[in-house]
Protein backbone atom coordinates (compact mmCIF):
# COMPACT_ATOMS: atom_id res chain seq x y z
CA UNK A 1 0.00 0.00 0.00
CA UNK A 2 2.78 2.09 0.87
CA UNK A 3 4.84 1.66 -1.91
CA UNK A 4 1.16 2.15 -4.09
CA UNK A 5 0.82 5.94 -2.77
CA UNK A 6 4.57 6.46 -3.22
CA UNK A 7 4.55 5.79 -6.70
CA UNK A 8 1.00 8.04 -7.11
CA UNK A 9 2.98 10.63 -4.95
CA UNK A 10 5.90 10.60 -7.21
CA UNK A 11 3.29 10.83 -10.35
CA UNK A 12 1.69 13.53 -8.59
CA UNK A 13 4.38 15.39 -8.08
CA UNK A 14 6.05 15.16 -11.68
CA UNK A 15 2.47 16.06 -13.19
CA UNK A 16 2.64 19.38 -10.93
CA UNK A 17 6.13 20.07 -12.24
CA UNK A 18 5.17 19.90 -15.91
CA UNK A 19 1.99 21.57 -15.35
CA UNK A 20 4.44 24.83 -13.91
CA UNK A 21 6.35 24.60 -16.97
CA UNK A 22 3.03 24.25 -18.75
CA UNK A 23 2.20 27.63 -17.11
CA UNK A 24 5.43 29.41 -16.85
CA UNK A 25 5.90 29.51 -20.84
CA UNK A 26 2.46 30.37 -21.79
CA UNK A 27 2.29 33.60 -19.98
CA UNK A 28 6.31 34.14 -20.23
CA UNK A 29 5.40 34.46 -23.81
CA UNK A 30 3.06 37.11 -23.66
CA UNK A 31 4.14 40.45 -25.37
CA UNK A 32 5.31 43.25 -22.97
CA UNK A 33 6.78 44.11 -20.11
CA UNK A 34 4.76 44.20 -16.66
CA UNK A 35 6.72 46.71 -15.19
CA UNK A 36 6.37 49.50 -18.16
CA UNK A 37 2.73 48.68 -18.30
CA UNK A 38 2.22 48.82 -14.35
CA UNK A 39 3.79 52.78 -14.44
CA UNK A 40 2.28 53.96 -17.79
CA UNK A 41 3.19 55.41 -21.07
CA UNK A 42 5.24 58.22 -19.84
CA UNK A 43 7.35 56.51 -17.04
CA UNK A 44 11.36 57.41 -16.88
CA UNK A 45 13.45 54.31 -18.07
CA UNK A 46 15.19 54.54 -14.55
CA UNK A 47 11.77 53.98 -12.65
CA UNK A 48 11.12 51.16 -14.55
CA UNK A 49 13.92 49.38 -14.66
CA UNK A 50 13.41 49.78 -10.45
CA UNK A 51 10.31 48.52 -10.62
CA UNK A 52 11.80 45.22 -12.99
CA UNK A 53 14.40 44.96 -10.17
CA UNK A 54 11.76 45.09 -7.54
CA UNK A 55 9.18 42.58 -9.47
CA UNK A 56 12.30 39.96 -9.73
CA UNK A 57 12.10 40.62 -13.61
CA UNK A 58 16.33 41.21 -14.28
CA UNK A 59 17.24 37.62 -14.05
CA UNK A 60 17.40 35.16 -16.53
CA UNK A 61 14.13 33.45 -17.14
CA UNK A 62 15.30 29.43 -16.09
CA UNK A 63 16.04 31.85 -12.57
CA UNK A 64 12.57 33.04 -12.85
CA UNK A 65 10.74 30.31 -13.16
CA UNK A 66 12.78 28.68 -10.27
CA UNK A 67 12.42 31.44 -7.98
CA UNK A 68 8.15 31.58 -8.76
CA UNK A 69 7.79 27.51 -8.01
CA UNK A 70 10.70 27.87 -5.13
CA UNK A 71 8.51 30.70 -3.80
CA UNK A 72 5.22 28.79 -4.12
CA UNK A 73 6.90 25.78 -2.31
CA UNK A 74 7.02 28.33 0.24
CA UNK A 75 3.98 29.46 0.26
CA UNK A 76 5.18 32.89 -1.28
CA UNK A 77 3.04 33.43 -5.36
CA UNK A 78 5.10 36.83 -5.65
CA UNK A 79 3.42 40.39 -5.73
CA UNK A 80 0.82 41.74 -7.50
CA UNK A 81 1.70 44.06 -10.73
CA UNK A 82 -1.48 45.68 -10.02
CA UNK A 83 -2.20 45.97 -6.30
CA UNK A 84 1.82 45.71 -5.30
CA UNK A 85 0.96 43.28 -2.59
CA UNK A 86 1.98 39.98 -2.17
CA UNK A 87 -0.54 37.28 -3.88
CA UNK A 88 -0.79 34.78 -1.04
CA UNK A 89 -2.84 36.58 1.36
CA UNK A 90 -5.48 37.71 -1.76
CA UNK A 91 -5.50 33.95 -2.76
CA UNK A 92 -5.90 32.86 0.76
CA UNK A 93 -8.78 35.65 1.26
CA UNK A 94 -10.68 34.44 -2.29
CA UNK A 95 -10.26 30.92 -1.25
CA UNK A 96 -12.41 31.23 2.16
CA UNK A 97 -14.82 31.95 -0.57
CA UNK A 98 -14.26 29.69 -3.31
CA UNK A 99 -13.19 26.73 -1.51
CA UNK A 100 -16.45 26.78 0.95
CA UNK A 101 -18.68 27.00 -2.22
CA UNK A 102 -17.26 24.45 -4.03
CA UNK A 103 -17.64 21.89 -0.78
CA UNK A 104 -21.22 23.83 -0.09
CA UNK A 105 -22.02 22.66 -4.28
CA UNK A 106 -20.45 19.22 -3.84
CA UNK A 107 -22.56 18.08 -0.99
CA UNK A 108 -26.20 19.38 -2.15
CA UNK A 109 -25.45 17.64 -5.02
CA UNK A 110 -24.47 14.27 -3.19
CA UNK A 111 -27.47 14.80 -1.11
CA UNK A 112 -29.80 15.23 -4.37
CA UNK A 113 -28.49 12.60 -6.34
CA UNK A 114 -27.81 9.82 -3.69
CA UNK A 115 -31.53 9.39 -2.86
CA UNK A 116 -32.28 10.50 -6.69
CA UNK A 117 -30.07 7.30 -7.60
CA UNK A 118 -31.15 4.88 -5.56
CA UNK A 119 -35.04 5.20 -5.99
CA UNK A 120 -34.44 4.93 -9.53
CA UNK A 121 -32.34 2.18 -9.80
CA UNK A 122 -34.56 0.16 -6.70
CA UNK A 123 -37.78 1.08 -8.60
CA UNK A 124 -36.59 0.42 -11.93
CA UNK A 125 -39.59 1.28 -14.75
CA UNK A 126 -41.38 2.66 -12.43
CA UNK A 127 -42.58 6.54 -12.63
CA UNK A 128 -40.42 7.74 -10.27
CA UNK A 129 -37.32 5.86 -11.98
CA UNK A 130 -38.56 7.90 -15.51
CA UNK A 131 -39.05 11.22 -13.43
CA UNK A 132 -35.54 10.90 -12.16
CA UNK A 133 -34.19 9.64 -15.92
CA UNK A 134 -36.02 12.61 -17.34
CA UNK A 135 -35.14 15.68 -15.05
CA UNK A 136 -31.36 14.52 -15.13
CA UNK A 137 -31.53 14.57 -18.91
CA UNK A 138 -32.37 18.04 -18.48
CA UNK A 139 -30.17 18.81 -15.60
CA UNK A 140 -27.54 17.55 -17.96
CA UNK A 141 -27.99 19.71 -20.68
CA UNK A 142 -28.72 22.87 -18.69
CA UNK A 143 -26.09 25.29 -18.44
CA UNK A 144 -25.17 26.39 -14.83
CA UNK A 145 -25.06 30.18 -15.91
CA UNK A 146 -28.20 30.02 -17.46
CA UNK A 147 -29.55 28.54 -14.28
CA UNK A 148 -27.79 30.64 -12.18
CA UNK A 149 -29.31 33.91 -13.91
CA UNK A 150 -32.76 32.01 -13.54
CA UNK A 151 -32.71 31.66 -9.81
CA UNK A 152 -31.55 35.33 -9.33
CA UNK A 153 -34.75 36.15 -11.16
CA UNK A 154 -36.56 33.99 -9.25
CA UNK A 155 -35.32 33.78 -5.69
CA UNK A 156 -33.57 37.38 -5.41
CA UNK A 157 -35.69 39.52 -7.75
CA UNK A 158 -39.18 37.72 -7.72
CA UNK A 159 -39.22 36.20 -4.40
CA UNK A 160 -36.67 37.95 -2.28
CA UNK A 161 -35.80 35.50 -0.44
CA UNK A 162 -31.71 35.84 -1.04
CA UNK A 163 -29.55 38.93 -2.70
CA UNK A 164 -28.94 38.78 -5.81
CA UNK A 165 -25.21 38.79 -5.16
CA UNK A 166 -22.05 39.86 -3.11
CA UNK A 167 -20.78 38.24 -0.17
CA UNK A 168 -21.46 39.96 3.40
CA UNK A 169 -17.91 38.06 4.46
CA UNK A 170 -17.15 35.45 7.58
CA UNK A 171 -17.53 37.71 10.45
CA UNK A 172 -21.50 38.42 9.65
CA UNK A 173 -21.99 35.13 10.62
CA UNK A 174 -21.87 31.28 9.41
CA UNK A 175 -25.61 31.67 8.36
CA UNK A 176 -25.45 34.66 6.57
CA UNK A 177 -22.16 33.49 4.95
CA UNK A 178 -23.93 30.20 4.07
CA UNK A 179 -27.12 32.35 2.71
CA UNK A 180 -24.94 34.30 0.51
CA UNK A 181 -23.83 31.36 -1.29
CA UNK A 182 -27.02 29.16 -1.26
CA UNK A 183 -27.86 30.35 -4.78
CA UNK A 184 -24.23 30.10 -6.37
CA UNK A 185 -24.11 26.29 -5.02
CA UNK A 186 -27.27 25.44 -6.12
CA UNK A 187 -26.61 26.83 -9.68
CA UNK A 188 -23.35 24.67 -9.51
CA UNK A 189 -24.76 21.63 -7.64
CA UNK A 190 -27.96 20.86 -9.93
CA UNK A 191 -25.91 19.95 -13.59
CA UNK A 192 -23.68 17.96 -11.14
CA UNK A 193 -26.43 16.00 -9.02
CA UNK A 194 -27.73 14.94 -12.66
CA UNK A 195 -24.72 13.11 -13.67
CA UNK A 196 -24.14 11.77 -9.96
CA UNK A 197 -27.88 10.69 -9.85
CA UNK A 198 -27.38 8.64 -13.16
CA UNK A 199 -24.05 7.40 -12.49
CA UNK A 200 -25.44 5.91 -8.89
CA UNK A 201 -28.41 4.79 -10.77
CA UNK A 202 -26.68 2.27 -13.52
CA UNK A 203 -23.79 1.44 -10.75
CA UNK A 204 -26.24 0.42 -8.51
CA UNK A 205 -28.39 -1.88 -11.34
CA UNK A 206 -25.19 -3.37 -11.84
CA UNK A 207 -24.42 -3.96 -8.75
CA UNK A 208 -27.95 -5.25 -7.88
CA UNK A 209 -27.49 -7.90 -10.66
CA UNK A 210 -24.17 -9.88 -9.13
CA UNK A 211 -24.23 -12.92 -8.17
CA UNK A 212 -24.01 -11.96 -4.30
CA UNK A 213 -26.62 -9.90 -4.44
CA UNK A 214 -28.73 -13.19 -4.77
CA UNK A 215 -26.97 -15.17 -3.18
CA UNK A 216 -27.43 -12.27 0.06
CA UNK A 217 -30.86 -12.74 -0.93
CA UNK A 218 -31.31 -16.42 -1.13
CA UNK A 219 -29.58 -16.56 2.60
CA UNK A 220 -33.14 -15.22 3.89
CA UNK A 221 -32.10 -11.11 3.65
CA UNK A 222 -34.47 -8.68 2.32
CA UNK A 223 -34.30 -6.65 -0.83
CA UNK A 224 -34.23 -3.40 1.60
CA UNK A 225 -30.96 -5.50 3.90
CA UNK A 226 -29.11 -6.47 0.57
CA UNK A 227 -29.54 -3.02 -0.37
CA UNK A 228 -28.26 -1.35 2.90
CA UNK A 229 -25.82 -3.90 3.46
CA UNK A 230 -24.21 -5.31 0.14
CA UNK A 231 -24.85 -3.36 -3.08
CA UNK A 232 -24.68 0.32 -1.77
CA UNK A 233 -21.02 0.06 -0.39
CA UNK A 234 -19.64 -1.94 -3.54
CA UNK A 235 -21.68 0.43 -6.05
CA UNK A 236 -20.28 3.34 -4.71
CA UNK A 237 -16.55 3.22 -6.29
CA UNK A 238 -17.37 4.60 -9.92
CA UNK A 239 -19.46 7.19 -7.57
CA UNK A 240 -16.23 8.14 -5.67
CA UNK A 241 -14.52 8.84 -8.90
CA UNK A 242 -17.28 11.12 -10.12
CA UNK A 243 -17.36 12.78 -6.91
CA UNK A 244 -13.55 13.70 -6.74
CA UNK A 245 -13.57 14.64 -10.25
CA UNK A 246 -16.42 16.75 -9.52
CA UNK A 247 -14.79 18.56 -7.35
CA UNK A 248 -11.91 20.37 -9.61
CA UNK A 249 -15.34 21.16 -12.04
CA UNK A 250 -16.76 22.62 -9.15
CA UNK A 251 -13.87 24.83 -8.25
CA UNK A 252 -13.43 25.48 -12.60
CA UNK A 253 -17.18 25.92 -12.59
CA UNK A 254 -17.10 28.11 -10.01
CA UNK A 255 -14.88 30.75 -12.20
CA UNK A 256 -18.13 31.66 -13.78
CA UNK A 257 -20.59 31.18 -11.00
CA UNK A 258 -18.55 33.96 -8.72
CA UNK A 259 -18.96 36.26 -11.53
CA UNK A 260 -22.60 36.30 -12.03
CA UNK A 261 -23.08 36.43 -7.88
CA UNK A 262 -20.41 39.24 -7.54
CA UNK A 263 -18.70 36.99 -4.85
CA UNK A 264 -14.59 37.83 -4.22
CA UNK A 265 -13.59 34.37 -4.66
CA UNK A 266 -10.99 32.76 -7.09
CA UNK A 267 -12.92 33.14 -10.52
CA UNK A 268 -13.20 37.06 -9.99
CA UNK A 269 -9.40 37.05 -9.01
CA UNK A 270 -8.47 35.84 -12.33
CA UNK A 271 -10.75 37.87 -14.56
CA UNK A 272 -9.94 40.98 -13.09
CA UNK A 273 -5.88 40.12 -13.08
CA UNK A 274 -7.23 39.46 -16.87
CA UNK A 275 -8.52 42.61 -17.52
CA UNK A 276 -6.02 44.19 -15.78
CA UNK A 277 -3.03 41.95 -17.42
CA UNK A 278 -1.67 40.97 -14.00
CA UNK A 279 -0.05 38.17 -14.77
CA UNK A 280 1.71 36.57 -11.74
CA UNK A 281 -1.90 36.31 -10.51
CA UNK A 282 -3.46 34.28 -13.41
CA UNK A 283 -0.41 32.41 -13.31
CA UNK A 284 -0.88 31.83 -9.65
CA UNK A 285 -4.35 30.78 -9.87
CA UNK A 286 -4.12 28.68 -12.56
CA UNK A 287 -1.74 26.67 -10.51
CA UNK A 288 -3.61 26.28 -7.55
CA UNK A 289 -7.12 25.18 -9.74
CA UNK A 290 -4.27 22.87 -11.45
CA UNK A 291 -2.60 21.63 -8.11
CA UNK A 292 -6.26 21.04 -6.82
CA UNK A 293 -7.24 18.88 -9.49
CA UNK A 294 -3.93 16.96 -9.34
CA UNK A 295 -4.34 16.51 -5.38
CA UNK A 296 -7.89 15.34 -5.91
CA UNK A 297 -7.22 13.04 -8.04
CA UNK A 298 -4.46 11.76 -6.14
CA UNK A 299 -6.40 11.45 -2.84
CA UNK A 300 -9.09 9.28 -5.05
CA UNK A 301 -7.03 7.03 -6.16
CA UNK A 302 -5.27 6.13 -3.01
CA UNK A 303 -8.89 5.70 -1.39
CA UNK A 304 -9.66 3.60 -4.13
CA UNK A 305 -6.97 1.12 -3.64
CA UNK A 306 -7.61 1.10 0.12
CA UNK A 307 -11.35 -0.09 -0.88
CA UNK A 308 -10.27 -2.55 -3.01
CA UNK A 309 -6.53 -3.98 -2.87
CA UNK A 310 -6.39 -5.10 -6.62
CA UNK A 311 -6.18 -1.68 -8.02
CA UNK A 312 -2.76 -1.27 -5.49
CA UNK A 313 -1.29 -3.80 -7.89
CA UNK A 314 -1.40 -1.77 -10.93
CA UNK B 1 -27.22 3.21 -18.96
CA UNK B 2 -28.44 0.22 -18.37
CA UNK B 3 -32.29 0.77 -18.45
CA UNK B 4 -33.88 -0.85 -21.63
CA UNK B 5 -37.09 0.41 -23.06
CA UNK B 6 -39.06 -1.04 -25.97
CA UNK B 7 -37.39 -0.28 -28.79
CA UNK B 8 -40.14 1.93 -29.84
CA UNK B 9 -39.66 4.12 -27.00
CA UNK B 10 -35.85 4.08 -27.50
CA UNK B 11 -35.74 5.25 -31.23
CA UNK B 12 -38.33 7.63 -29.94
CA UNK B 13 -36.04 9.47 -27.72
CA UNK B 14 -33.51 8.90 -30.62
CA UNK B 15 -35.53 10.52 -33.06
CA UNK B 16 -36.79 13.23 -30.48
CA UNK B 17 -32.54 14.19 -30.33
CA UNK B 18 -31.82 13.68 -33.56
CA UNK B 19 -35.04 16.54 -34.45
CA UNK B 20 -33.69 19.28 -32.13
CA UNK B 21 -30.49 19.31 -33.41
CA UNK B 22 -31.68 19.05 -36.93
CA UNK B 23 -33.55 22.19 -36.12
CA UNK B 24 -30.62 23.63 -35.21
CA UNK B 25 -28.54 22.64 -38.14
CA UNK B 26 -31.07 23.96 -40.21
CA UNK B 27 -31.29 27.35 -38.16
CA UNK B 28 -27.67 27.70 -38.64
CA UNK B 29 -27.77 27.04 -42.06
CA UNK B 30 -30.50 28.95 -43.45
CA UNK B 31 -29.39 32.12 -41.44
CA UNK B 32 -26.46 32.32 -43.97
CA UNK B 33 -29.09 33.10 -46.27
CA UNK B 34 -32.41 34.37 -44.30
CA UNK B 35 -33.47 35.74 -41.24
CA UNK B 36 -36.63 37.35 -40.52
CA UNK B 37 -34.76 40.52 -39.32
CA UNK B 38 -31.28 42.03 -40.17
CA UNK B 39 -29.07 41.74 -36.89
CA UNK B 40 -26.82 43.74 -38.06
CA UNK B 41 -29.20 46.61 -38.16
CA UNK B 42 -30.18 48.51 -34.83
CA UNK B 43 -33.62 49.39 -34.19
CA UNK B 44 -33.78 51.28 -31.08
CA UNK B 45 -37.81 52.59 -31.56
CA UNK B 46 -38.44 48.55 -31.10
CA UNK B 47 -35.95 48.18 -28.13
CA UNK B 48 -36.73 45.60 -25.78
CA UNK B 49 -40.26 44.55 -26.98
CA UNK B 50 -42.00 41.46 -26.03
CA UNK B 51 -42.51 38.27 -28.27
CA UNK B 52 -45.22 39.20 -30.53
CA UNK B 53 -46.29 38.21 -33.55
CA UNK B 54 -43.61 40.37 -35.81
CA UNK B 55 -41.36 39.82 -33.27
CA UNK B 56 -41.51 36.08 -32.30
CA UNK B 57 -39.09 35.86 -29.62
CA UNK B 58 -39.22 39.81 -28.79
CA UNK B 59 -36.13 42.55 -29.41
CA UNK B 60 -33.54 43.26 -27.11
CA UNK B 61 -31.73 46.08 -25.89
CA UNK B 62 -30.47 47.71 -29.47
CA UNK B 63 -33.75 46.76 -31.12
CA UNK B 64 -32.30 43.86 -32.82
CA UNK B 65 -34.95 40.54 -33.43
CA UNK B 66 -33.63 38.38 -30.68
CA UNK B 67 -35.28 35.41 -32.80
CA UNK B 68 -32.78 36.24 -35.97
CA UNK B 69 -29.92 36.65 -33.53
CA UNK B 70 -30.20 32.36 -32.11
CA UNK B 71 -30.37 31.55 -35.88
CA UNK B 72 -26.89 33.57 -36.35
CA UNK B 73 -25.76 32.77 -33.12
CA UNK B 74 -26.66 28.48 -33.72
CA UNK B 75 -23.13 29.34 -36.02
CA UNK B 76 -21.40 29.57 -33.74
CA UNK B 77 -22.05 27.45 -31.42
CA UNK B 78 -22.52 24.65 -33.70
CA UNK B 79 -19.44 25.31 -35.71
CA UNK B 80 -17.18 26.10 -32.73
CA UNK B 81 -17.99 22.46 -30.96
CA UNK B 82 -17.92 20.95 -34.28
CA UNK B 83 -14.40 22.11 -34.93
CA UNK B 84 -13.01 21.52 -31.58
CA UNK B 85 -14.42 17.61 -31.38
CA UNK B 86 -12.72 17.58 -34.73
CA UNK B 87 -9.49 18.53 -33.35
CA UNK B 88 -10.08 15.99 -30.86
CA UNK B 89 -10.57 13.08 -32.93
CA UNK B 90 -7.69 14.27 -35.76
CA UNK B 91 -5.04 14.13 -33.00
CA UNK B 92 -6.78 12.00 -30.10
CA UNK B 93 -7.42 8.85 -32.24
CA UNK B 94 -4.62 8.63 -33.88
CA UNK B 95 -2.26 8.90 -30.93
CA UNK B 96 -4.58 6.61 -28.90
CA UNK B 97 -4.35 3.93 -32.07
CA UNK B 98 -0.50 4.07 -31.68
CA UNK B 99 -0.24 3.95 -27.85
CA UNK B 100 -2.27 0.79 -27.92
CA UNK B 101 -0.10 -0.69 -30.80
CA UNK B 102 2.87 -0.53 -28.73
CA UNK B 103 1.23 -1.17 -25.07
CA UNK B 104 3.97 -0.33 -22.21
CA UNK B 105 6.50 0.73 -24.68
CA UNK B 106 8.25 4.07 -23.70
CA UNK B 107 5.65 6.18 -26.79
CA UNK B 108 2.47 4.40 -24.69
CA UNK B 109 3.74 5.56 -21.13
CA UNK B 110 4.75 9.41 -22.62
CA UNK B 111 1.45 9.40 -24.24
CA UNK B 112 -0.56 8.60 -20.84
CA UNK B 113 0.97 10.80 -18.75
CA UNK B 114 0.32 13.79 -21.40
CA UNK B 115 -2.87 12.83 -21.21
CA UNK B 116 -2.73 12.59 -17.22
CA UNK B 117 -1.51 16.42 -17.37
CA UNK B 118 -3.99 17.85 -19.90
CA UNK B 119 -6.78 16.25 -17.47
CA UNK B 120 -5.32 18.80 -14.92
CA UNK B 121 -6.45 21.32 -16.58
CA UNK B 122 -9.75 21.80 -16.52
CA UNK B 123 -11.52 23.51 -20.58
CA UNK B 124 -11.93 27.13 -18.50
CA UNK B 125 -8.34 27.10 -17.15
CA UNK B 126 -7.02 26.12 -20.68
CA UNK B 127 -9.04 28.90 -22.17
CA UNK B 128 -8.09 31.64 -19.68
CA UNK B 129 -4.52 30.47 -20.37
CA UNK B 130 -4.58 31.29 -23.92
CA UNK B 131 -6.70 34.27 -23.74
CA UNK B 132 -4.28 35.64 -20.90
CA UNK B 133 -1.56 35.22 -23.85
CA UNK B 134 -3.42 35.47 -27.46
CA UNK B 135 -7.00 37.07 -26.20
CA UNK B 136 -10.39 36.72 -26.53
CA UNK B 137 -12.03 35.03 -30.01
CA UNK B 138 -14.11 32.12 -31.14
CA UNK B 139 -10.62 30.74 -32.52
CA UNK B 140 -9.20 30.52 -29.29
CA UNK B 141 -12.61 29.03 -27.95
CA UNK B 142 -12.00 26.08 -30.49
CA UNK B 143 -8.54 25.81 -29.64
CA UNK B 144 -8.97 25.70 -25.43
CA UNK B 145 -12.31 23.47 -26.45
CA UNK B 146 -9.80 21.07 -28.81
CA UNK B 147 -7.19 20.75 -26.46
CA UNK B 148 -9.46 18.97 -24.12
CA UNK B 149 -11.30 17.02 -26.31
CA UNK B 150 -7.53 15.59 -27.63
CA UNK B 151 -7.32 13.07 -24.20
CA UNK B 152 -10.67 12.15 -24.05
CA UNK B 153 -10.19 10.48 -27.78
CA UNK B 154 -6.99 9.03 -27.17
CA UNK B 155 -7.80 7.57 -24.01
CA UNK B 156 -11.23 6.07 -25.44
CA UNK B 157 -9.53 5.03 -28.93
CA UNK B 158 -6.34 3.31 -26.81
CA UNK B 159 -8.75 1.44 -24.05
CA UNK B 160 -10.68 0.15 -27.19
CA UNK B 161 -7.95 -0.40 -29.48
CA UNK B 162 -6.27 -2.61 -26.72
CA UNK B 163 -8.65 -5.31 -26.58
CA UNK B 164 -8.76 -5.66 -30.08
CA UNK B 165 -5.35 -6.24 -30.14
CA UNK B 166 -6.15 -9.87 -28.30
CA UNK B 167 -8.58 -10.61 -30.88
CA UNK B 168 -7.87 -13.53 -33.07
CA UNK B 169 -8.55 -11.68 -36.79
CA UNK B 170 -5.66 -9.42 -35.62
CA UNK B 171 -3.24 -12.35 -35.25
CA UNK B 172 -4.40 -13.25 -38.60
CA UNK B 173 -3.29 -9.72 -39.86
CA UNK B 174 -0.43 -9.80 -38.50
CA UNK B 175 0.26 -13.25 -39.33
CA UNK B 176 -0.14 -12.26 -42.86
CA UNK B 177 2.57 -9.56 -43.06
CA UNK B 178 0.37 -6.19 -42.25
CA UNK B 179 2.32 -3.89 -40.61
CA UNK B 180 1.08 -2.48 -37.14
CA UNK B 181 0.31 1.30 -39.15
CA UNK B 182 -1.57 -0.47 -41.19
CA UNK B 183 -3.53 -3.12 -38.84
CA UNK B 184 -4.51 0.44 -36.47
CA UNK B 185 -5.67 2.01 -39.86
CA UNK B 186 -7.36 -1.00 -41.55
CA UNK B 187 -8.57 -3.09 -38.82
CA UNK B 188 -8.54 -1.68 -35.59
CA UNK B 189 -9.91 1.67 -36.42
CA UNK B 190 -12.96 0.63 -38.46
CA UNK B 191 -13.75 -1.10 -35.24
CA UNK B 192 -13.55 1.49 -32.75
CA UNK B 193 -15.41 4.02 -34.94
CA UNK B 194 -19.02 3.23 -33.29
CA UNK B 195 -17.52 4.23 -29.80
CA UNK B 196 -16.42 7.04 -31.38
CA UNK B 197 -19.51 8.69 -32.92
CA UNK B 198 -21.22 8.15 -29.87
CA UNK B 199 -18.51 9.87 -27.81
CA UNK B 200 -18.08 12.13 -30.61
CA UNK B 201 -21.98 13.56 -30.31
CA UNK B 202 -21.10 13.50 -26.04
CA UNK B 203 -17.91 15.81 -26.65
CA UNK B 204 -20.31 17.69 -29.40
CA UNK B 205 -23.17 18.40 -26.91
CA UNK B 206 -20.29 19.64 -24.41
CA UNK B 207 -18.28 21.89 -26.49
CA UNK B 208 -21.44 23.67 -27.56
CA UNK B 209 -22.06 24.15 -23.20
CA UNK B 210 -18.14 25.35 -23.26
CA UNK B 211 -18.45 27.63 -26.18
CA UNK B 212 -21.74 29.19 -24.71
CA UNK B 213 -19.56 29.38 -20.67
CA UNK B 214 -17.12 31.14 -22.57
CA UNK B 215 -18.80 33.24 -24.44
CA UNK B 216 -20.76 34.41 -21.67
CA UNK B 217 -17.86 35.32 -19.64
CA UNK B 218 -16.67 37.21 -22.73
CA UNK B 219 -13.38 34.76 -23.56
CA UNK B 220 -14.89 33.48 -26.57
CA UNK B 221 -17.16 35.15 -29.77
CA UNK B 222 -16.40 38.86 -29.85
CA UNK B 223 -18.81 41.35 -30.92
CA UNK B 224 -20.43 41.68 -33.68
CA UNK B 225 -20.76 38.22 -33.80
CA UNK B 226 -23.32 37.17 -32.44
CA UNK B 227 -23.25 33.98 -29.94
CA UNK B 228 -25.91 32.29 -27.29
CA UNK B 229 -23.43 32.14 -24.49
CA UNK B 230 -22.86 36.24 -25.09
CA UNK B 231 -26.92 36.81 -25.58
CA UNK B 232 -27.22 35.44 -21.92
CA UNK B 233 -24.15 37.41 -20.82
CA UNK B 234 -25.89 40.87 -22.00
CA UNK B 235 -29.17 39.92 -20.72
CA UNK B 236 -27.94 39.37 -17.47
CA UNK B 237 -28.54 43.33 -16.27
CA UNK B 238 -32.10 43.22 -17.69
CA UNK B 239 -33.23 40.20 -16.87
CA UNK B 240 -36.02 41.70 -13.91
CA UNK B 241 -37.90 44.11 -16.59
CA UNK B 242 -36.54 42.02 -19.98
CA UNK B 243 -36.67 38.31 -19.00
CA UNK B 244 -37.23 36.73 -22.65
CA UNK B 245 -33.72 38.01 -23.79
CA UNK B 246 -32.65 35.60 -21.54
CA UNK B 247 -35.01 32.76 -21.78
CA UNK B 248 -34.93 31.77 -25.17
CA UNK B 249 -31.35 31.79 -26.25
CA UNK B 250 -30.72 29.45 -22.85
CA UNK B 251 -33.52 27.23 -23.95
CA UNK B 252 -31.82 26.95 -27.34
CA UNK B 253 -29.02 25.96 -25.65
CA UNK B 254 -30.32 23.58 -23.34
CA UNK B 255 -32.85 21.56 -26.36
CA UNK B 256 -29.90 21.38 -28.50
CA UNK B 257 -27.45 19.86 -26.03
CA UNK B 258 -30.85 17.49 -24.66
CA UNK B 259 -30.90 16.66 -28.33
CA UNK B 260 -27.59 16.14 -28.71
CA UNK B 261 -27.15 13.72 -25.89
CA UNK B 262 -30.82 12.05 -26.59
CA UNK B 263 -29.48 10.91 -30.05
CA UNK B 264 -25.76 10.20 -28.82
CA UNK B 265 -27.80 7.52 -26.34
CA UNK B 266 -29.91 6.01 -28.56
CA UNK B 267 -27.03 6.11 -31.35
CA UNK B 268 -25.17 3.85 -28.38
CA UNK B 269 -27.78 1.56 -27.87
CA UNK B 270 -27.83 0.75 -31.59
CA UNK B 271 -24.40 0.18 -31.88
CA UNK B 272 -24.68 -2.13 -28.85
CA UNK B 273 -25.93 -5.66 -30.45
CA UNK B 274 -26.57 -6.76 -26.71
CA UNK B 275 -29.31 -4.29 -26.32
CA UNK B 276 -30.65 -4.67 -29.58
CA UNK B 277 -31.43 -8.27 -29.30
CA UNK B 278 -32.60 -7.78 -26.05
CA UNK B 279 -35.01 -5.06 -27.05
CA UNK B 280 -36.13 -7.62 -29.44
Given at each position: MLRFALRRLLSLALTLVAASLIIFVAIE????DPASYML?????PETVAALREELGLNVSKPQRYFNWVGGMLRGDFGTSY?????VTPMIADRLLISLPLALYALLLSTLIAFPAGVIAATRRGSGADLAVMGSTQIGIALPNFWFAMLLVSLF?????????GGFPGWDTGLFAGLKALTLPAIALALPQASILARVMRSSLLDTLGEDFIRTARAKGLTARQALWRHALRNALIPVLTIIGLQFSFLLAGAVIIENIFYLPGLGRLIFQSLTQRDLIVVESVVMLLVFAVVLVTFLVDVAYAIVDPRLRRK | MSARPSGVMRYRHMITGGLLVLTAIVAAVVSFYW????????DIAN????????HWFGTDHFGRDIFSMIMVGARTSISVAIVAVGIGMAFGVPLGLAAASRRDSLLDETLMRINDLIFAFPALVIAILITAVYGASAINAIIAIGIFNIPVFARLTRGAALSLWERDFILAARVAGKSKFRISFEHILPNVLNLLIVQGTIQFSLGILAEAALSFVGLGAQPPLPSWGRMLSDSQTMISFAPHLAIFPGLAIVLTVLGLNLFGDGLRDYFDPRIRRDSR
Open positions: IVPGGLNAQTYRTEAIKLRWFAS | TPFDVTQLKLKKPSAE
